[in-house]
C-alpha cells in the first residue's frame, strides 16, 4: 500500500509561486519504486496531466501549458515529491493531485489512469 499527501497550497495572486509537496509512504517497496506523476482537476473540467518523474529522477516529462513554469522534483531520503510552481496565471488554479505507480511504464506517465495510488489533493487559487 502507499499512501500519499499533499501539501502547499493556496491562494496566490498572479505572477506568484508555490511549491506544492507529496509526502509518501509506502509498506514493501522504497519510494525510488515509484513514477510520480502530478494532475489537477478545475471545476467542470477533466482532470489533466502536469508533470511526471522517473523512478530515478532522472527524466521529467511535463505539459505544454506548464513548462517553464513548474518543476517537478524528488527527494528520495525523505520519500517526497515537488511541484515548483512560478508565474502562476488564474488557469492553473484547481485541485492538485500527486499519483504513484510502480507498473506504469515511462511511455504510459501521462495517463492517469495507468497511476494506483492518489493522493486526497490540494488546492491551488490564483487570483487576477
Known amino acids: 500500500q502507499v499512501q500519499l499527501v499533499e501539501s502547499g497550497g493556496g491562494l496566490v495572486q498572479a505572477g506568484g509561486s508555490l511549491r506544492l509537496s507529496c509526502s509518501c509512504a509506502a509498506s514493501g517497496r522504497t519510494f525510488s519504486y515509484y513514477t510520480m506523476g502530478w494532475f489537477r482537476q478545475a471545476p467542470g473540467k477533466e482532470r489533466e496531466f502536469i508533470a511526471a518523474i522517473s523512478r530515478s529522477g532522472g527524466i521529467t516529462d511535463y505539459v505544454d501549458s506548464v513548462k517553464g513554469r513548474f518543476t517537478i522534483s524528488r527527494d528520495i531520503a525523505k520519500n517526497t515529491v515537488y511541484l515548483q510552481m512560478t508565474s502562476l496565471k488564474p488557469e492553473d488554479t484547481a485541485v492538485y493531485y500527486c499519483?504513484?505507480?510502480?507498473?506504469?511504464?515511462?511511455?504510459?506517465?501521462?495517463?492517469?489512469?495507468?497511476?494506483?495510488?492518489w493522493g486526497q489533493g490540494t488546492q491551488v487559487t490564483v487570483s487576477s
Open positions: 499519483a504513484a505507480d510502480q507498473q506504469t511504464p515511462w511511455a504510459a506517465r501521462r495517463i492517469g489512469n495507468e497511476y494506483d495510488y
